[in-house]
């Protein structure tokens, strides 16, 4: 049933205070009659809701009350900006284009803690931040929001009446119920789909939107792994936010600065494949769900490491050593402009101009120095045109563009995506088809990808029939991600999901997967498996799931050989495992995961677990302490290639990471954050082959005897340690000073033949860098300046 509400304009605007105490506000409309879609859809939420809608010249206001029969059931425990936790939140949504697939969503808890969401056919991001007002109170008949939205947080068609999607949300906490003004069936794919209707906003105009956020930062850094080196730097910067007209957004960063982005997560990577890190940085993570869409744009590729790197310790002569050699481009600048047209066109455009690196090699007999560009001039380029269709249909192009001075490699790939939902919503086909062109000094290389799918996307069974393709010379990772190639893959998922609450369970889901693989290149059997998982979340509102899976044919292995010309036989096999994950609601709760996988090679099995238990001490503190290790034993790998043979090797690889993530808040706009992780991970080898090229097996081989104790020459140990602590004030609205302490450890000396503890006391002893740095960032309003002034 699709819900409708009239605006009330009104000439003076409510004082947000949270008390819903200015008269203006018995003018508005209400609504009410709030319906659940958890624990149990298409039932009256438990308690009653209230919603009040007002608009001006300048914004609209929301006033929410959130009755409670019992006001110290509220959950009401502070978080970090952005962050849901475990509290009780109030939301609005808006679909101001009834696409039914893009939007934004705005919350607040009852401690004051905003949230700021971008909703695509991705999903959902909190990475988005947009300037807008909020304040609450708690009294006797529950709780109560007021929001002040301005139009410029907001994006709309120009039109003389405004028709849009909306849905108001309230998360009851300590139910795990979460209630919709207008009916959101779990049943139903799509989100957006389910908004109500927000009529009777007439003659408004979107403002100018400018915005600037100057900052400055000052970063000192102490580096014991250079002779106890330290260095200063004070930066200034700024970013802007301009509207271009009522649809398209402006955004560039002017002299960038990422001083204070988390340091990634090392591994010891002893795979084929590239380790994928997480994106840290604000303006990359900010606004760039329309880039995403194809996954041909991973922002990390930006301001990476020089792309060679490397060359500074290959290219050197007789007495030379490297004494400079920057591990990170420098950005220039970036810019971002994206935003959609009335008739539901998404246009999206992103640079960033990369600066050249150099490193310096000092001869040290005669004290020279000379440079080596390890980095050219380098432009990069997105671009990006998203069409909706009906709801939860749309087709997308995307092309993503790497040009470099010089000899070095440009490349170009390209993409269409689409989904065409049936008029019901219930079937889809869906799927994408790319190509990518690479010209170098060596020639040229263009390669293709494409998907095919069908599936029935809503009901309490759900699926999907697929087909994917990927040529051998397919390459999009100048600016994208992709780790594998020459592979032909079809595929078939299944899922079953139960709602509404039966027995001791809330919900329940159960999915099954079966994938055959085979290559692109020649047709050569690759992989054929099935995978079986269950979920149920239970009425004391714990969770268990259980899984299974097996290999029951012996796999042509072409990428551990690093090789499409020979495979390994890799053998059969079967895993399984499961999670617990206790109330979070609770001062104390515990998330357990074990994993086994079973060969059919004698003596050769993996093992993980995780424990990681969860501390809530007070509503203002909060940390997890987990812990995981993952052992492999006889793990067959590659090691390097002899005399025209790939050579393997069997060995044991253990890893174990230990971490602290935490949490103090102040209050709503102040707290203190910390993030600890240890990294240990070792390889020991017991033996060597050699791979017979005719049927993939395992022949003896005379490379590298391992020792009378044991060890071999290839056996490898790597540490890492980091630390970020982080202080956050956000003195006024988009307003903020950061002060942040990294310290990072990485370490490939440590002794094999020690426990965890002496590692760890090994690792904390080693040549560090310790990082500190503050940053002030001032949000200005060009319209309150232009007030002001």
């Known amino acids: 049933m699709l819900r409708s509400m009239n605006a009330t304009f009104v000439d003076d605007a409510p004082q947000i205070d949270g008390l819903l105490s200015d008269e203006i506000w018995k003018s508005s409309n209400v609504v009410g009659d709030f319906i659940q879609s958890t624990p149990k859809p298409e039932v009256d939420g438990s308690q009653k809701t209230e919603v009040r809608f007002l608009y001006d010249n300048e914004a609209i206001y929301i006033g929410a009350r959130m009755y409670e029969e019992n006001p110290k059931d509220i959950y009401n425990f502070l978080t970090e900006r952005d962050w849901f936790g475990n509290a009780d939140f109030f939301i609005v949504v808006f679909n101001t284009y009834r696409d039914g697939i893009n939007g934004e969503g705005f919350a607040v808890t009852p401690a004051g803690v905003q949230i700021d969401i971008k909703y695509s056919s991705d999903g959902e991001s909190n990475s988005w931040d947009a300037v807008w007002e909020s304040a609450t109170s708690i009294d006797d008949k529950g709780w109560v929001a007021e929001i002040k939205i301005p139009y410029s947080a907001l994006r709309f068609p120009e039109s003389e009446e405004q028709l849009w999607g909306i849905n108001f949300g309230r998360e009851i906490r300590r139910n795990r119920e979460r209630d919709w003004w207008n009916l959101v069936n779990p049943r139903i794919d799509g989100f957006l789909t389910q908004t109500g209707e927000l009529k ?23 580096n014991s792994a250079q002779g106890g080196s330290e260095s200063y730097s004070f930066n200034g910067g700024m970013d802007v936010k301009y ?23 090392q591994v010891l990577n002893l795979t084929q494949f590239e380790v994928q890190f997480n994106e840290n940085r604000q303006f990359f993570t900010e606004g760039v769900e329309l880039f995403n869409k194809a996954g041909i744009f991973y922002s990390r590729r930006v301001g990476d490491r020089p792309l060679n790197f490397n060359a500074a310790n290959n290219d050197l002569a007789i007495n030379e050593v490297v004494e400079e050699n920057p591990n990170q481009s420098r950005l220039i600048n970036a810019t971002k402009i994206s935003g959609r047209t009335k008739g539901g066109l998404g246009i999206g455009v992103f640079n960033a101009l990369e600066n050249r690196t150099f490193a310096e090699i000092k001869n040290i007999e005669s004290g020279k120095t000379r440079s080596l560009k390890t980095n050219p001039l380098t432009n990069y380029n997105m671009l990006v045109f998203d069409q909706v269709l009906r709801k939860n249909s749309f087709i997308t192009f995307s092309n993503a563009n790497t040009s470099r001075e010089g000899i070095y490699d440009d490349a170009n790939v390209s993409q269409l995506d689409f989904q ?19 010209e170098s000094n060596s020639g040229v290389k263009s390669g293709s990808n494409w998907q095919a799918a069908f599936a029935k996307i809503s009901g309490n069974f759900t699926f999907e029939l697929s087909q994917e ?21 079809s595929g078939f998922f299944a899922q079953y999901a139960r709602y509404k609450p039966f027995s001791i369970f809330n919900f329940a889901r159960h999915s099954f997967d079966v994938i055959y693989e085979s290559l692109d290149q020649g047709g050569e059997f690759v992989n054929f498996a099935m995978n079986w998982s269950t979920v149920y979340s239970l009425k004391s509102f714990h969770a268990i799931g259980l899984n299974a899976g097996i290999e029951p044919i012996r796999t042509n292995d072409y990428f551990e050989t690093r090789s499409f010309e020979q495979y390994y036989n890799f053998p059969t096999n079967y895993n399984f495992g499961g999670f617990f994950s206790s109330d979070y609601s609770r001062p104390f709760a ?65 890893e174990f990471e230990s971490f602290i993530n935490g949490s103090y808040i102040f209050n709503n706009r102040m707290a203190l954050s910390l993030n600890l992780r240890h990294y240990w991970s070792t390889a020991r080898y017991n033996r060597f082959n050699r791979v017979d090229p005719g049927n993939g097996d395992l022949l003896s081989t005379d490379y590298l005897e391992i020792n009378e104790n044991g060890t071999s020459s290839e056996d490898i140990s790597f540490n890492a340690f980091n630390i970020d602590l982080g202080f956050n004030w956000r003195f006024a609205p988009g307003s903020e000073i950061n002060v942040v302490w990294k310290n990072i450890i990485i370490d490939e000396g440590t002794p094999l033949d020690i426990n965890y503890y002496q590692d760890l006391e090994n690792t904390i002893k080693a040549p560090q860098i310790n990082n500190f740095s503050i940053k002030v960032l001032y949000f200005i309003d060009y319209l309150s300046l232009k007030k002001k002034v």
Do not use: C, W
Request: aromatic letters at 14%; charged letters at 25%.
């Open 243 to 265: 509207g271009i007209n009522d649809a398209f957004t402006l955004d560039m960063t002017l002299i960038p600065d990422f001083g204070q982005a988390r340091f990634d997560n």
């Open 469 to 489: 393709q990927i040529s051998k010379d397919y390459d999009p990772n100048d600016l994208g991600f992709l780790n594998i190639t020459n592979i032909r893959r």
């Open 420 to 438: 065409l939902a049936d008029k019901s919503n219930k079937y889809a086909i869906r799927g994408y088809a790319g190509m990518s062109h690479i």
């Open 200 to 222: 009777g906003i007439k003659n408004i105009k979107p403002p100018t939107r400018l915005f600037f956020f100057p900052y400055t930062s000052a970063i000192l850094e102490h």
């Open 590 to 654: 515990l998330d357990i995961r074990i994993q086994n996988r079973f060969f059919d090679e004698p003596g050769r099995r993996n093992f993980f677990y995780s424990i990681a238990p969860r501390f809530r001490p007070n509503d203002k503190l909060f940390f997890v302490i987990g812990h995981n290790k993952d052992k492999r034993r006889n793990e067959i790998g590659f090691v390097t290639n002899q005399n025209d043979s790939i050579i393997f090797g069997s060995r044991l690889v253990e």
